[in-house]
């Protein structure tokens, strides 16, 4: 896969994403996408428009009612439980952090590899150190997802997605719930890795994010799409985002008032 | 084309159509309606229960470092964790059947027949039977809201995106502690039950030496009973697990949905495990 580089790391044709509730209804028609390895895509819009089934269509777990998802080349279709080798190289986040509430945030970020590379409890945890010191998790390893908040929650899903050492992140929401200091680490992290973190050996990281405000996201090299109307437009860059006539596009480009209490 | 496992089994379950359709106007519709449900359940469970086992040995050697800890975990919930309240119920099983079958027996003259009512009872009936209404209620109640609150929580979804299968993470040792459980806890409740029913029949002032009791149960088992017996308690167990975790997995659940499917779990693992004891009866009358 990654001796591969010519090929699109994701690509979608004329592709109808389902709703994960109702398999059978489509909520977004005519999806045309490519990524390539290295972008950093940012996709907005507003709730229930079907951002993290796009992401769940894109991650192989949702097939796509119409049209095709190739995810290195390979239609996600052909994906089963037994051959998820395309599917470990991405990597994703949900929105609420989704963590296995009956074990430790530490048995959560190791699972992957414990169950991946079937390593015992002790090789797992040395496998995870790095990853705990990097996402300043390692005072709450030994904590459960419910004693915790959920700005930890989602840096501990972070740190699950990316401890496979995936070519791909896609994050729902990565700021949406989450205080100022976190916010301002997520924008940083997701910026080096992006360009390349040491800890991934520099590679510089395909990534997608969506959301519901886009300014956090204004950096330069960044693509942007748009949900709407069961709709994905797609914009190479904030200048042409921001030149777009779209009402939807002008609300998500507005700040929120600051709000004094 | 290789489909993934739940979605699989979700494409069988759905029979929620069925179950939020306005009120039949007939009789015959309701009959009808219900009828359809059964066929759609049984039909979902059947393909759940196929996916378990295909799972349990296709990917017997994969990620053993996780799932075999897994398995002992649910040995421990199913089995070893439950024998305090086994041995209880055994006294009182025991003290129950005993008591009754000793004073009817003595009415009639009939104590030669002791033995063979204790083994047909305790030891064909109710022992497995009771086993299996305990581990349903205490066990598999708990995997149906567990698996119920994690799949309405978004848990499942999570597990597949790092490429791990939630049959064989989450069914599979569930499955597996379950018929273990089962099994074993059928054992040590029938000779608790056999043992504290000595008890009883003792303090009654039964005339009855420990050898002439053991050489009577000897004498009224037969190698069927062993192999049915196992046989029995395995299907239970499976039976059980399968009915609760499908229920709690196979479908998208919101979160309001868990009290619900764990009320139709409870319910649909009772009458499969009845339906199955009459299947057993037919084969020992046919003995």
Redesign the interface.
Known sequence: MSDRPNIPVIELQASAISA??E?ARPVVKNVTWTVAPGEFWVIAGQQHVGKVDLL?TV?G?LPPLAGTCRLFGRDT????????AE??Q???V?A?G?????LTLAENIA??V???R???APEAERAIGVWLDLLELTPLAHALPADVSLDWLKRA?LA??LV?QPQVLLCDHPLGGLGTRHRQWWLGFLDQLGRGHEVLGGRPLTIIVTTEDLPPWKAAGRRFALLRDEQFFTYASWAELAASPDPMLHELLTDPPDIEL | ?????LATA?AFADTEVLRNAPLPRTWSDYLGRKIFVLLLTLQGLGAFSLITLG?ML?KRHV????IHPRIRQEIHRSGVAMVPMFILVALGLGFLVVGQTVSALTKVGAMDYFSSTMVIVVVRELGPLLTAMLLLARVGAAHVI?LG??RA???V?????????P???LIVPRVLGMMAGMFCLTIYLILGALASGYLCAFLQGVDLSPGDYVRQLAGALSWLDFVLLALKTVIFGFVIAVVACYHGLAQ?LRIQDVSRVAVRAVTQGVIACVLIDLIFIVLYLLS
């Open positions: 994960l509730r398999v769940l991650a777990l279709r052909e994906f089963g439980g037994a051959d998820p599917r470990l991405v990597g994703l949900f609420g989704q963590l296995f509430h009956q699972l992957p414990r169950y991946h079937n390593l015992t899903a699950r997605a496979l | 084309m290789q489909k993934k496992n979700a799972v296709r990620a053993v470092g996780v567990e609150t994690a929580l978004g848990e979804e999570a597990l597949e995106a790092l490429g791990i299968d049959v064989h993470y998208p």
